[in-house]
């Protein structure tokens, strides 16, 4: 199965400060997927990123709050933006499998806005 | 849209002890996976097991099994010979069509297996 590396895995942040977060995956994929899991909440979709492609948006979520990039078919990245204590989350990136048999997530980001 | 709903929010059983949690989902979809996900402390997501809508037999992966009733629309899980290293979030997922489709989430299940 693909092997995501998720980067930062955790941050504390000022607020009103923006913060990247990387996804990085040992194969070509078509889709990479976006989560937010807010504190002991579930997993809730923000947006799916296709290379070549504007990401498309979740309902609630918008992309001046939060740009994805996808340059190639190995790697996104996830920016929060001027952000504030409600961002704190959990994000988390995902793929699916190269067999189909599920999808893969990365390993998340822990973020604090304080 | 989809649904996915988890009505157990928190289970515990003892060590070596089977247990079962539940899943619900709704859709109008005919062709669609199911997951179930463990996220322990470390918080990375762990897929446990998967269905087909089109098979009807339950899918089986070690001490994971699913009970899947397409037409009541369920699909639990059960853990047999529950192990220490099962304590963790449990989350049902619905994912619409054959792939590279999103996941609709329940909201979890914490299972805490006591010693």
């Known amino acids: 199965s693909a092997v995501i590396s998720q980067k930062p895995s955790r941050d504390i942040c000022q607020r009103g400060t923006s913060l990247t977060i990387q996804c990085q995956v040992d194969?070509?994929?078509?889709?990479m997927f976006w989560y937010r899991q807010q504190p002991g909440q579930s997993l809730t979709l923000i947006a799916t990123?296709?290379?070549?492609?504007?990401?498309?948006?979740e309902s609630g979520f918008v992309i001046d709050k939060f740009p994805i990039s996808r340059p190639n078919l190995t790697f996104s990245t996830l920016t929060v933006s001027n952000m504030s204590p409600e961002d704190s989350s959990i994000y988390l990136c995902?793929?699916?499998?190269?067999?189909?048999?599920?999808?893969?997530f990365g390993s998340g980001t822990r973020l604090t806005v304080v | 849209a989809q649904t996915v709903t988890q009505s157990q929010p928190e289970m515990s059983v003892q060590e070596a002890e089977t247990v079962t949690l539940s899943c619900t989902y709704d859709?109008?979809?005919?062709?669609?996976?199911l997951f179930w996900y463990k996220q322990p402390p470390s918080r990375q997501m762990i897929l446990v097991i998967r269905q087909e809508a089109y098979k009807q037999q339950n899918a089986t992966e070690n001490r994971f099994s699913v009970n899947f009733q397409k037409a009541a629309k369920s699909f639990s899980l059960k853990i047999s010979d529950s192990q220490l290293g099962d304590t963790a979030m449990y989350f049902c997922a619905f994912m619409p069509g054959f792939g590279n489709e999103k996941l609709t989430f329940g909201t979890g299940t914490r299972l805490t297996i006591i010693p």
């Open positions: 990123a296709n290379q070549g492609s504007e990401a498309t948006y």
């Open positions: 995902s793929v699916e499998d190269q067999q189909r048999v599920g999808y893969t």
């Open positions: 194969s070509q994929v078509t889709m």
């Open positions: 859709t109008s979809e005919s062709n669609y996976y």
